[in-house]
């Protein structure tokens, strides 16, 4: 009989919201590939349908109990047949079962635009940081010069900086550290000047070495994973340990 039942009736509002609830998820699925703004607003777009769609069920849900309650009644006074009221307790349980759904859908829908809005904070703080990281991207200066430095060309530089400027060389790191074991870098036989590149000191510093084919790299700001200010680094690059 429910095979005949269902056979018999029109498609109707059940059927309108069923088809709104399966397209949902394909909307979520496209909200949560992505951490770009514009699925944030995707995002937000598919938890309004989905509420909107939440509420309607549970409008629809509500209505059908009531018809079954009034249904219950007239069936129990013999005014109306055994069929109608089974056909009403069915569109019932299919109502129920459509607003579980679109509870399930609307707390997809929420989780999906939690984790876009999370994605797009991320995407945000990343354009905050890129301009400070572009800056000290370019402003580090390299010479390969011969591509050697030995103790002796540091001791010359010692002695002509002592010369120059009356006060001993400021060096901040004489080989492997602490710090280049946390940057993961190899800094045995390479020196670390703490002396900004841009300074007078610095800038003499720099023409040094480049005159003597000494290489070097200035930093003159902090470059994530590399440096932690601006310093004057004396000898070939540090590989990566």
Do not use: C
Not at 15 to 28: M, T
Not at 134 to 148: D, E, T, W
């Amino acid at each position: 009989m429910t095979g005949r039942l269902l056979r018999g009736r029109r498609p109707g509002r059940g059927r309108a919201l069923l088809v709104l609830l399966l397209l949902l998820p394909l909307g979520l699925a496209r909200a949560q590939s992505s951490f770009l703004v514009p699925e944030l607003q995707r995002a937000e777009a598919n938890l309004e349908q989905a509420s909107a769609a939440l509420r309607a069920a549970e409008e629809h849900a509500q209505a059908a109990r009531e018809k079954v309650e009034r249904l219950r009644a007239l069936y129990a006074r013999g005014l109306i047949a055994r069929r109608d009221l089974e056909w009403a307790e069915l569109e019932a349980r299919t109502a129920q079962a459509q607003l579980e759904a679109a509870r399930e859908v609307e707390r997809l829908a929420r989780d999906a635009l939690a984790r876009a809005r999370e994605y797009a904070e991320r995407a945000a703080e990343r354009e905050r940081r890129r301009p400070s990281l572009s800056r000290a991207l370019v402003r580090v200066a390299r010479s390969y010069g011969a591509g050697r430095f030995t103790l002796g060309d540091l001791g010359a530089l010692m002695r002509a900086y002592q010369r120059r400027f009356g006060a001993p060389l400021p060096i901040s790191a004489f080989g492997q550290t602490p710090t280049h074991d946390r940057l993961g870098l190899d800094h045995r036989g390479r020196v670390d000047i703490a002396l900004h590149p841009e300074s007078e000191q610095g800038r003499w510093v720099l023409d040094y070495l480049t005159r003597r084919g000494i290489p070097y790299i200035a930093f003159s700001d902090e470059v994530p994973n590399s440096a932690t200010g601006a310093h004057i680094h004396v000898g070939p690059p540090s590989a990566r340990k």
